[in-house]
């Protein structure tokens, strides 16, 4: 985004998070992605008349965690409505969700700003059932409706307009989508519609109290999108802004190809809706026994795992921060920790080779091919003296390639690392021999030549040489 000094942009966000439970929120249907089109339905999620919803109880489950984990206040008492609107993909001609009474109220949301932490407020978590999704793509002159998606269990969960920067609203949906895959009550994937974001941006003059017209955004697809679709939504306000035209309030669609937001629809307000109590579910009442109950199933979350990371293992900022950014790779990195002894030097290889190796791929962490126990015996090879870190990557390579065990690769192509001071003295003695003439400028204090002594060492050792012996008899016999 062009900064503009005398305009500030807010931003709010509705995050959609498909819960992972195994069937719809209030019928049997399974929740499986990728299935044929309409083969995940049945009279209660197509809204057949005369049939009624019960309420899937891990569905609510999964909220109060949610609501537990950004600690907001988790209402004994909730309620469903009706929020009335006609689509194609909405069968019944309503949506079941939470109006006035939602199931989680209040909360906070921790980001990393380059001013330093920032909290970005949550207003509200609700339930809701998802609509079904019309297919355009490949149809010649029509439209298809497949309603598999109709009745999934969603959490929406809507921030308060707290944001200053598609920056921040990067880093705060990289640390909700975190959350719930921590609690393991979503699996985030932007791409499949499991965690959907609407952003809402306005702009004001800067120190003005009062919030600007604001647009909603939608079809945001992925982080990025949402980061660029915000830039060119501010400055386009700015924009109508400086030529004295006006903000029209609207719902507007990411073009990502174009990389422009357009016109879709005048933005609704509440009373557009007609929202009303819903008749068929009767109010939502928990009691503290269950609500305290969810709490201790709670696992470590990103934020107390990362200054655990900080305080026990003397990791720095940069590097707890992206071991913990996923749970999975959180886990991936203990177990290399429990088998190399070393924390630094296996957060080194995790943030450093591994991920260079998965995102060279495509590949997430659960689809690593080199696991974290040899991972962990790679990297205890280095720390007992075996073998130095180039030899490890040349093993590295072919674990990630072939398989097989750190240990027995050493063993076979005879990797082992050479710390028998006699041998590499030789070696030494050697090499200084065939080149006088460099000794005598190192002598003459020429010193970054020592580089070229260890490497001409290394090669005559096939790169076997321990690094710290072999610098140490070299600096012995220079300055001699």
Same mark, same amino acid.
Request: proline share 4%; glycine share 10%.
């Given at each position: 985004?062009? /900064?503009?000094?005398? *305009?500030?942009?807010? $931003?709010?966000?509705?995050?959609?998070?498909?819960?992972r439970t195994r069937s719809k929120v209030f019928c049997g249907c399974s929740t499986t992605f990728g299935a044929e089109a309409n083969t995940q339905i049945c009279p209660i999620c197509a809204a057949f008349p005369g049939v009624l919803p019960v309420l899937n109880h891990a569905a609510v489950d999964m909220a109060i965690r949610t609501g537990l984990a950004i600690g907001g206040t988790i209402n004994q008492r909730s309620e469903f409505s009706r929020k009335n609107y006609f689509y194609p993909d909405l069968p019944a001609g309503y949506q079941i969700t939470q109006y006035e009474l939602p199931i989680v109220s209040r909360g906070c949301i921790h980001i990393d700003t380059p001013s330093g932490p920032k909290a970005i407020g949550v207003t509200r978590i609700h339930m809701e059932v998802d609509a079904g999704k019309n297919l355009h793509e490949g149809i010649a002159g029509a439209s298809w409706v497949d309603l598999n998606r109709t009745g999934v269990p969603l959490m929406e969960i809507v921030s308060e307009p707290d944001l200053r920067s598609s920056a921040e609203a990067g880093e705060y949906l990289k640390k909700l989508r975190a959350i719930v895959r921590y609690l393991e009550v979503c699996d985030g994937n932007m791409e499949e519609g499991s965690?959907?974001?609407?952003?809402?941006?306005?702009? !004001?003059? !800067?120190?003005?109290?009062?919030?600007?017209?604001?647009?909603?955004?939608?079809?945001?697809? /992925?982080? !990025?999108? #949402?980061?660029?679709? $915000?830039? *060119?939504?501010?400055d386009r306000h700015i924009d109508l802004a400086a030529a004295g035209q006006p903000v029209v309030q609207e719902t507007r669609l990411w073009d990502a190809d174009q990389e422009i937001t357009r016109s879709m629809r005048g933005k609704e307000d509440a009373h557009d809706y007609r929202y009303f109590p819903e008749p068929d579910l009767p109010p939502l009442v928990l009691d503290q026994a269950r609500i305290d109950a969810l709490a201790a199933t709670l696992p470590e979350l990103p934020d107390a795992r990362r200054a655990r990371f900080q305080e026990q293992m003397s990791l720095s900022p940069y590097d707890a921060g992206v071991l913990t950014a996923a749970r999975e790779l959180a886990d991936y990195f203990e177990q290399v920790v429990a088998v190399a002894g070393n924390p630094k030097s296996a957060a080194n290889w995790v943030t450093g080779e591994l991920l260079g190796q998965l995102n060279k791929a495509g590949l997430e962490i659960t689809a690593?091919? #080199?696991?974290?126990?040899?991972?962990? !015996?790679?990297?205890?090879?280095?720390?007992?003296?075996? $073998?130095s870190g180039k030899i490890a990557k040349e093993v590295f390579t072919i674990l990630w390639t072939k398989g097989g065990d750190p240990e027995r690769i050493v063993a076979e192509k005879g990797l082992t690392q050479v710390s028998d001071s006699g041998a590499i003295e030789a070696e030494v003695n050697r090499v200084l021999a065939a080149n006088p003439e460099e000794v005598a400028q190192y002598r003459g204090g020429k010193v970054k030549l020592l580089g070229f002594f260890v490497g001409q060492v290394m090669k005559a050792t096939g790169g076997k040489a321990n690094p710290g012996l072999l610098n140490k008899l070299l600096k012995e016999k220079l300055q001699g």
């Open positions: 985004m062009s /900064s503009h000094p005398g *305009y500030e942009v807010v $931003i709010g966000l509705e995050v959609h998070a498909q819960m965690f959907r974001c609407d952003a809402n941006v306005s702009v !004001r003059p !800067r120190g003005q109290a009062g919030f600007g017209i604001r647009c909603e955004l939608k079809n945001l697809n /992925s982080i !990025r999108n #949402v980061m660029r679709a $915000i830039d *060119y939504e501010a690593a091919p #080199v696991s974290a126990a040899a991972l962990g !015996r790679l990297v205890g090879l280095i720390e007992q003296g075996a $073998i």
